[in-house]
């Protein structure tokens, strides 16, 4: 298990408008990822963003660390274009694939991380014969889809059970949750395991990106 603690800033509610400089400003803010929620109106009930604006930004100079969360169906040939586009880092849905094993040697072997993401109801022992040939762990703290949701307080324990399913393996891995992360919720966050903090509204809404991600590690220092 990794123990540095990573801030994600979710584009989704940035302003699309002017998003290159909405995404400096929250990197030279502290932040230390940027977050792709990818959705196809197919596996979730919305349509958001594809390859085109992660190959935008990259071609705008943006060089920070890209983790692409595809809640799409089926999987393959987005993460192809999403790697091809420039994306360090992607996770996909197990139920949206038909082979899991053979999507996670596909990302790897198109250069880029690998992680499994689960929905809240998803029991996590479906990463039983995965979690040693994936980088990252995702957890729904939300049902996916839409942004500014309420965390869901079971999955506390989700984050201690996967945590504990992660430092059985010999390898650094990331524990990410993703869904209503805010300075109410990112303590027991990462009291519980967790050390990848996605968060949209609660950085992109507020006034000043700078004070709120200082603001994010004070909770998790």
């Known amino acids: 298990m990794k123990n540095q603690s990573l801030i994600a800033p979710s584009i989704l509610s940035a302003n699309f408008a002017r998003l290159g400089e909405e995404v400096n400003s929250v990197m030279h ?6 977050h792709f929620d990818v959705m196809d109106n197919h596996y979730v009930p919305n349509l958001t963003i594809g390859p085109m604006v992660c190959k935008s930004l990259r071609d ?17 040939e987005i993460a192809k274009s999403f790697a091809e586009a420039g994306a360090d880092l992607i996770s996909f849905h197990p139920e949206a694939t038909k082979h899991v094993a053979r999507t996670i040697d596909l990302i790897k072997s198109l250069g880029c991380k690998v992680g499994i993401a689960l929905n809240p109801a998803t029991s996590a022992s479906v990463l039983d014969n995965i979690i040693q040939d994936i980088d990252l762990v995702l ?3 939300v049902n996916p889809g839409f942004g500014g949701q309420k965390f869901i307080p079971s999955t506390l324990k989700k984050i201690q059970d996967v945590k504990a399913m992660i430092d059985h393996q010999d390898k650094d891995m990331y524990l990410e949750v993703d869904g209503g992360i805010n300075l109410d919720t ?5 009291q519980a395991g967790a050390n990848v903090f996605v968060a949209g509204s609660a950085i992109f809404g507020s006034p000043d990106y700078e004070e709120t991600i200082q603001s994010f590690r004070q909770k998790i220092s």
Request: proline share 3%.
């Open 60 to 76: 705008d100079g943006i060089k920070n660390f890209i983790d692409v969360h595809l809640m799409v169906e089926p999987v393959d």
């Open 139 to 141: 957890l729904m703290s």
């Open 29 to 34: 803010a502290g932040a230390d990822w940027i």
């Open 186 to 190: 990112i303590a027991s966050v990462s």
